[in-house]
DNA sequence: AATGAATGAGTCTTCATTCAT
DNA sequence: AATGAATGAAGACTCATTCAT
């Protein structure tokens, strides 16, 4: 069994990877995951090409490590509101602006990638169980999670198009929309 | 001035064209967009790597073509059913399973492409006014479409869900998700 | 023996090459050799790229017959000229600066292509000819021609500086220049 | 911010940079510009195609720096000659011999690309100046360089004629034009 | 005589990744 | 831990040219 390495050392790499997170989340958020290279990732971060690879097996490793990240953030924001339904949408919506293009990549690689597409739903299901502690009249049933389910999907796909422009060019107002989703979130309500 | 071709010519052509369109769909549904490459497409369809290039201009163009094709194709299976709810939303849903590939990569070219976008913001509006034909009391109002799009957002995104399996990872099964769909619908109304 | 073909026909032929030859001029002068292709040629004159080839053998052959239109031109611009030899020269120089592109890569297919090159010494033997009956006392000895050719090559030179902007990036106005090929003239009239 | 590399390293790429260099010029000498691709310019140096990239941007980066050296090279030449004026000529005569196809190419290029063009002026500029060193009567004046540019370029188009054999091809030897060059020097100083 | 369709053989360029240090 | 150098394997796109009609 190799010897767990110095402290110092191991603070240190941890450092370097958060540092590469940093660089390739803001990479993915802003010209996209598929426009950018794990050569530029490193340089961003203020290091070599191949330091990347010391830090991460491949692209899709640090794609999975921003996206973990992201989940983290968009929870933090969640939570430091307060309970009124309106105020989580827009937050919600917010985040999703900020992120469209890195989310829009998530749901790509996630079609041919199983790995993405295992975290995510592992993801929603945390998100399900998040969403219960926030609104209980939505918590799911033991083995029918349809409600929530139905509405998290609802709301990311509204919010994207919100923050896409292609709600407003089929002229559906931001407004409106939210409307519909808490209207929706009422009906749904036990 | 050449003089206009012989009709023969013309159709071989466009018989070629549309068999690299054939080739190309097959190949976005199957292997993504990002997964080949128009050698590849070209080939498939029974061509050299040039001839690809005498009818569209890039990978972009014919992916376009593929996308116009594809949204005649649902059109035509959307017409061919009768007016009953559920029976529309498992035709739709019948073909976003057959071609969840292409819709994602549609997505995350919308997100870069300019000119995909334009093109599916076209479609969205077209969709909202054959739907008002389908459905009249989910007609648009003459400025405020949000009825029509947030339904079929919502339609869209339930149906990416179920078809590629993150409904069922999260214990949400699809007949309850199409029970919430139609029960929006009722709810929406006039 | 074939028949010979028809006059009409081959009236017609003739006026083809000839658009082509127009065509292809045009485009050597404008874009340059290494900037077009046959297809375009053939397109611009307005003719399908397989007519190309049926009255050139190759992109090569019709810069050859270009390039024999081309001295052709200049000749007759020459002898429309009277003697005055500082007239001569400006006729050369509006000359030389249409025709830059052309001259510069008729020069660099001089270097690789045999045929070129061969074409090339052929005009400029003739062209010694006929300085020497525009301007008598420069004609060349039986078997030493160095006198013309020096001079031809200068103002050759010289004029592509002044066309190309080369001189007066360089601080040499055309004015002074001509006046140094005049004097040239002059000490080595015999 | 990573340290500086170490000069061993350093070295190398160096190393590298100057044997993609000389396996350019010598590509561009022998075959020409046109006839090269990056790809075997990286073989012939002994590194892979995206070796290449690494260190020039495109195809005619390199051109550029082969011609930087090629110009370096004719100055040291030029150098090592004692003033005698004869062997000044037949030393850039020699020189222009070896890179006759070379010097073709870079014509052609400067009449397309204006980068290679400006940085032609800018070494004509120099070349002004280092000539007004060897020969101070032949040094240009104020703002009328009209003399050395004058000679320079006659040197240059005669040096090319007869390296490419067409002085040759029309009666004009070597030794007469030589001659004449030597006139025309004599002529031009103050 | 003219042409529409088709193509083989490139050519430039990119990028995830490795290796010696 | 970090890196500079190097790369194999593509992939988008071009062009002179041919052939059946």
Redesign the interface.
Known sequence: MPAAPPTKQRAKSEATQEKLVTAAAEEFRTV?Y??TDTNKIAVHA???PATFYKHFENKLAIFLAAYEAWVAEEWRALEATDDDTETLIRTVLTHHKKH??FR??L??L???EPEV?RY??KL??EQ?KRLAVLAPDLA?DE?????P??LL??M???SD?IA????R?????EA??I??II??ID??RH
């Open positions: 996209g598929f426009n203020g290091y070599a469209l293009l829009t990549d749901r790509a996630a079609a041919t597409k995510q739903n929603r299901r399900v799911p083995d029918d999670w349809s409600v389910v139905f999907l609802t990311e796909r509204v198009a896409d422009g292609s709600a060019a089929s002229h559906a107002s409106k929309l409307a519909h209207k929706l009906s749904l």
